[in-house]
């Protein structure tokens, strides 16, 4: 019981913490104390966990063990608590940039950013053209013009790649719900738009998915469970959906999800593991899985998901795609699930910066009459033909955090640092970001409260309908109490000062996405889910300042393993710079792009109407 008298850290003031190079701050590594457990094992842990007087005990063990006492439950912090990450406007000077009113109608917006996309989009910075690429939106607009494909078409083509990706022999996993009929009506409509030579904007007639957390007409909103669309009723559009249906998308469905978002690996024993594309025997990533595996199987240019801690920008990372998470409340919040009310941000995954660019433009600025802010926020986009032009960035890099991953993703990341500095002079700043393992446990306190909070008046009914992961992941968050909630969010404020004064020397920060790729699926855990926070905690090691601050943050694809599974590199930025941030991933994709690799499972919805090979 030792870790009952365990005492807490007395945290130093701010203004007394060294953030330099040569600080005398230690680092400490992910302290996680938990065995992976899935099958009869976690059905037998979960109703341990959920035993009143043994369960308690247990908690406070797994607490102690993972030093949440020490780092949050007993440390004393001098600072306030910082409930909401939310940033005052800012209209900060970026360089190569558009500004927009963020109340222009979203078409307009979309037709704006084309005056920010380069000439060509498949070039590599030596000019050179890549080895792949996938079809981009402004591809699905030209063959829409051209006449040769139609909206119709390229529906009756996912509809069958849909079917072919269920199948046994593969089970990809990629949709908790889609509907035919809606699909290809919404296609047919598209059809004669482009046939009269009115389109609405070049994403008319674009298939786009989505996380089944955001709500999404004529489908349920089941959060990738069995049960939560039966108390909570979807009966219109989230804001973010709406407005891409205004620029003519065809929505396809809603993309598979870990369920609830309580997890890393995507794996819902509900639907199915959502698999990666590269490699279907591994896990594509949570919470926003299907999302990033159909987006790199070539099902879509583009698809949202919600980042609630790096959920959005792990799978990207893992399945080789771009992932943008914007600044907290940039994005309407509108008709997403409250699971996470303050972390939980709407995100897109691409598979290029570009489509991330035009979806960006399409999807951003807050609701008029909501008046979250003083004044109306603008919104930059940067112009990407002038990328090249952009040679003064500052990248903030603490070392020891950066190298703790995998050798591969240390290499491979590191190998694209030097490359940026080669190719546009950009400087690495050597910094310490202090107590990153404390914002961790801080994060997984607050998440982990929120999510509780949210479904409480559920729970009672519908306990017994989660998996058996999810169950184990509600008990633990039902544990925290109101003071460790209140500590967490001191950590916050205590983080966010800590960041201002990075922001002060740098313009953005660089790390890996994630500590590690894509792990296998064991077969164990495809009915009961699994518990893996030793993995858990290396694929977000480099998400939280993102969640946690309402940072924005970008990750692009950077190579791959030894085993051939992608790995992500990933640009944190201060509040409202998302244009710079998108100017770098762009800048990460022209130099890196010559080194992508085709998935093993591809779909070519584009193909020429004689070519029958789809994959």
């Known amino acids: 019981m ?67 006492h020490q780092l949050i439950t007993n440390a004393e912090f001098q600072e306030p608590p910082l409930f909401v990450p939310l940033h005052d406007f800012e209209d900060i000077k970026e360089r190569e940039v558009k500004c927009l009113d963020s109340s222009l109608p979203p078409p307009e917006k979309v037709h704006l950013a084309l005056d920010c996309l380069p000439t060509s989009s498949q070039e590599t910075l030596d000019g050179t053209n890549s080895s792949f690429c996938r079809w981009t939106i402004m591809d699905y607009a030209k063959a829409y013009r051209s006449g040769d494909i139609t909206p119709s078409l390229v529906a009756e083509r996912f509809i069958a790649a849909i079917d072919e990706s269920t199948k046994p022999s593969l089970q990809m996993g990629f949709f908790i719900h889609y509907s035919v009929d809606d699909i290809l009506r919404q296609a047919a409509e598209s059809t004669h738009r482009h046939r009269r030579g009115e389109p609405i904007s070049v994403l008319d007639g674009v298939p786009v998915a989505i996380k089944d ?21 979807c009966n219109d559009d989230a804001c973010c959906v709406k407005r891409l249906r205004l620029c003519g998308a065809v929505l396809v469905g809603k993309s598979n999800m870990h369920e609830l978002g309580s997890g890393t690996s995507g794996i819902n024993p509900h639907y199915g593991p959502a698999r990666n594309p590269y490699d279907p025997s591994k896990i594509a990533g949570g919470s926003s899985s299907g999302s990033a595996s159909l987006v790199s199987a070539g099902l879509c240019p583009v698809a949202l998901g919600v980042d609630g801690g790096g959920s959005v920008r792990m799978p990207a990372s893992l399945c080789g795609v771009v992932g943008l998470k914007p600044t907290f409340a940039r994005i309407p919040h509108d008709g997403v699930l409250p699971l996470n009310w303050t972390v939980g941000m709407v995100g897109i995954l691409a598979g290029t910066v570009e489509d991330a660019l035009i979806v960006y433009a399409a999807i951003s600025g807050e609701i008029p009459y909501q008046k979250i802010f003083s004044v109306l926020t603008s919104i930059n ?23 703790d991953c ?125 518990l893996d926070y030793v993995n858990g905690a290396a694929l977000v090691r480099y998400s939280i300042a993102g969640n946690f601050l309402g940072l924005p943050a970008v990750t692009v694809p950077v190579g791959f393993d030894r085993l051939g599974l992608p790995i992500g590199l990933q640009f944190i930025g201060r509040p409202w710079s998302e244009a710079t941030l998108i100017h770098l991933a762009f800048a990460v994709q022209a130099i890196c792009m010559s080194e992508y690799k085709k998935p093993k499972v591809y779909y070519d919805l584009l193909r020429k109407k004689n070519d029958s090979n789809g994959m």
């Open 2 to 68: 030792d870790f009952l008298k365990r005492e807490g850290v007395v945290y130093t003031p701010v203004k007394d913490v060294d953030l330099g190079s040569h600080s005398t701050e230690f680092y400490l590594q992910a302290n996680v104390k938990a065995p992976r457990m899935t099958g009869l094992l976690v059905k037998i842990f979960t109703h341990l966990l959920e035993c009143p007087i043994l369960g308690t005990f247990l908690l406070l063990i797994l607490k102690g063990n993972n030093l949440i």
């Open 213 to 233: 957390e955001i709500d999404c007409l004529p489908y349920p909103t089941t959060g990738g469970t069995t049960w939560l669309h039966k108390e909570r009723p």
């Open 381 to 403: 986009l940067p112009r990407l033909s002038l990328t090249k032009g952009i040679f003064d960035i500052k990248l903030a890099k603490y070392g020891k955090w950066f190298d």
């Open 406 to 530: 995998s050798n591969d993703v240390r290499m491979c990341c590191s190998k694209t640092l030097l490359k940026l500095q080669d190719h546009y002079n950009w400087k690495i700043i050597d910094v310490t970001i202090p107590e990153i393992e404390a914002m961790r446990l801080a994060h997984y306190i607050t998440i982990g409260s929120e999510s509780s909070t949210a479904l409480d008046s559920f729970k009672e009914k519908n306990f017994a309908e989660l998996g058996w992961d999810v169950r184990v992941a509600q008990s633990i968050y039902g544990a925290f109490s109101g003071m460790e909630y209140l500590k967490a969010q001191k950590m916050r404020n205590r983080q966010l000062q800590f960041h201002k004064k990075i922001f002060a020397e740098a313009d953005v920060i660089v790390s890996p996405t994630t500590g590690v790729t894509a792990y296998p699926i064991q077969d164990d855990a495809i009915q009961t889910g699994e």
